[in-house]
T-cell receptor, first 111, second 115 residues
Framework: DAGITQSPRHKVTETGTPVTLRCHQT?????MYWYRQDPGHGLRLIHY???????DKGEVSDGYSVSRSKTEDFLLTLESATSSQTSVYFC??????????FGPGTRLTVT | QQQVKQSPQSLIVQKGGISIINCAYE??????FPWYQQFPGKGPALLIA?????SEKKEGRFTISFNKSAKQFSLHIMDSQPGDSATYFC??????????????FGQGTILTVHP
């Protein structure tokens, strides 16, 4: 998976609790992305980063925040998890903003 | 707003046959069109990609055909094998620059290749 790890790989949490997902890369790529995958919707962009401390919103950013304090780490936080955020979350990286390589994913269940 | 529409949703092909998946896009600013292959429990893997300055790109058994005027592109898998059974996603982006390569995905096609 192109030097990308995601943690945790699986998580079950309760509605209203905060959750942080971590993406770690060893490729020194500039761009990092968070997507969610849901049946019938393909993958949808949540947030992305184009450098350390440089982030912006994607298509489905409501209820999510991100931070990138180091090149290698990109964190996705659900401030107060809801059942609609049950999904599989994928991190991706890109060196020049074209080819993107995806991590193994985190399956999140909000009960 | 669904900017990339993919069809069919599912496809069953016999071993040795040709699998064809189609995508249509709306945003004429898109200039990078990748296809991803995803196996159950895994992340999407970049399969092949094309830019609009060419009409076709071939890598092994996989070919992308691109029709800029129709705003359509398709994936052809020649001599389909059971190991090709997976979900395939088309995507589109404005590569680099201030658009930062954000990908817009199609809904996916579940391909089953029968032996």
């Amino acid at each position: 998976d192109a030097g990308i790890t995601q943690s945790p790989r699986h998580k079950v949490t309760e509605t209203g609790t905060p959750v942080t997902l971590r993406c770690h890369q060893t490729e020194n790529h500039r761009y990092m992305y968070w997507y969610r995958q849901d049946p019938g919707h393909g993958l949808r962009l949540i947030h992305y980063s184009y450098g350390v401390k440089d982030t912006d919103k994607g298509e489905v950013s409501d209820g999510y925040s991100v931070s990138r304090s180091k090149t290698e780490d990109f964190l996705l936080t659900l401030e107060s998890a809801t059942s609609s955020q049950t999904s599989v979350y994928f991190c991706a990286i890109s060196d020049y903003g074209d080819e993107q390589y995806f991590g193994p994913g985190t399956r999140l269940t909000v009960t | 707003q669904q900017q990339v529409k993919q069809s069919p949703q599912s496809l069953i092909v016999q071993k040795g046959g040709i699998s064809i998946i189609n995508c249509a896009y709306e945003n004429t600013a898109f200039d990078y069109f990748p296809w991803y292959q995803q196996f159950p429990g895994k992340g999407p893997a970049l399969l092949i990609a094309i830019r609009p300055d060419v009409s076709e790109k071939k890598e092994g058994r996989f070919t992308i055909s691109f029709n800029k005027s129709a705003k359509q592109f398709s994936l052809h898998i020649m001599d389909s094998q059971p190991g090709d059974s997976a979900t395939y996603f088309c995507a589109a982006s404005i590569a680099g620059g201030t658009s930062y390569g954000k990908l817009t995905f199609g809904q996916g096609t579940i391909l089953t290749v029968h032996p």
